[in-house]
C-alpha cells in the first residue's frame, strides 16, 4: 500500500507533539498492514466528508484518509477534532 501525505497533511503533522508522532507512526505501521484493525477505530465519516475515513492515533487525535482506486491512500489531515475544519 503506498500511502500519499498530502501539503495540508504534512504541514499539521509537523506541528504534532513528539509523543504524538511517535504514535502516530505506531498506528501507521499497523494501518499498512490491515486499515480495519481494531487498535485503529477505523470509520467512515459522513456529511461533507462522506467520502473519507479516519483512524485514531489516540484519544484525542486522529488521521483523516481517503482510498483511491489503485492501491493509494491518501492522508489528508492529522489532530484533534478541529481537523475537521479543512
Known amino acids: ?3 500519499i501525505y498530502t501539503p495540508h497533511f504534512a504541514r499539521l503533522y509537523k506541528k504534532l507533539p513528539m509523543e504524538v508522532k511517535l504514535s502516530a507512526e505506531k498506528m501507521e505501521k499497523i494501518f499498512r498492514k490491515d486499515p480495519f ?7 467512515k465519516l459522513h456529511g461533507r466528508f462522506k467520502s473519507l475515513w479516519a483512524f485514531s492515533i489516540n484519544k484525542q487525535c486522529r488521521i483523516i484518509f481517503e482510498f483511491n482506486k489503485d492501491t493509494r491512500v491518501y492522508f489528508h489531515a492529522v489532530g484533534d477534532h478541529d481537523i475537521y475544519d479543512f
Open 37 to 43: 484493525d481494531s487498535r485503529l477505530a477505523t470509520h
Open 1 to 3: 500500500m503506498d500511502i
